[in-house]
């Protein structure tokens, strides 16, 4: 469970996030849809810890196991597919079947015959459902997701979809997203405008 109280964030004088309070239940999946420049990205961001509310509080377990995928591309050209799962395995200290893991992820994600590419050569679709396998590959208590199906056509798309209502089963998933969340997820639909988080 993470609780969120009366968390503001402003750049100078733009107010972003202005006093949300919510609670993310464990095993809840939480759809967030607003327009672009909304906060959506931000509210990701101090969930993750990337960024810290200029007022208000973030509460959670310290023992909980948070992977983000983030809506940039946090990649690196030169590398392959797989030595970034590589990398991600070694930061999180994974051990054992991790490389089984990466393999089923990247034929789920659809991306599994790229595995020797160099990132530099993919389409932004693909690096996006790269950047989703990374975040998926170690074990997780929370998913934050940011427009996890951006740039990617119908097929791809139910591919994202199909991969994490599966990966995603007993986890706390946060989804910002414009296109829409597939009903099979259950997911609670919240709005993000004007820095105010309403239920849909």
Same mark, same amino acid.
């Given at each position: 469970m993470i609780v969120l109280q009366e968390?503001?964030?402003?750049?100078? *004088?733009?107010? $972003?996030?202005?006093?949300?309070t919510v609670t993310l239940e464990t095993g809840r999946v939480y759809a967030i849809a607003g327009p672009s420049g909304s906060g959506k990205t931000?509210?990701?961001?101090?969930?993750?810890?990337?960024?810290?509310?200029? %007022?208000?509080?973030?509460?959670a377990r310290k023992t909980l196991r948070l992977e983000y995928a983030p809506q940039d591309?946090?990649?690196? %050209?030169?590398?392959?597919? +797989? #030595?970034?799962?590589?990398?991600?395995?070694?930061?999180?200290?994974?051990?054992e079947r991790w490389e089984e893991r990466a393999h089923r992820l990247l034929a789920d994600l659809g991306i599994a015959n790229h595995c020797r590419a160099p990132v530099g050569t993919l389409s932004g679709g693909?690096?996006?459902?790269?950047q989703l396998a990374i975040a998926l590959l170690?074990?997780? #208590?929370?998913?934050l997701?940011? *427009?996890?199906?951006?740039?990617?056509?119908? $097929?791809?798309?139910?591919q994202v979809w199909e991969t994490l209502a599966r990966e995603g089963a007993g986890k706390t998933?946060? $989804?910002?997203?414009?296109?829409?969340?597939?009903a099979?997820? *259950?997911?609670?639909? +919240?709005q993000l405008r004007g820095g105010v988080l309403d239920v849909e």
């Open positions: 968390v503001r964030k402003r750049y100078g *004088e733009r107010e $972003i996030l202005s006093g949300i931000t509210l990701l961001q101090i969930l993750a810890g990337y960024e810290h509310p200029t %007022s208000g509080t973030v509460q591309f946090l990649l690196f %050209s030169n590398l392959t597919v +797989w #030595n970034h799962l590589r990398l991600k395995a070694a930061a999180r200290r994974l051990q693909e690096r996006r459902r790269l170690p074990p997780s #208590n929370v998913l997701l940011d *427009e996890p199906t951006s740039n990617l056509d119908a $097929i791809a798309s139910e998933m946060v $989804i910002c997203s414009h296109a829409p969340i597939p099979r997820l *259950e997911p609670v639909r +919240w």
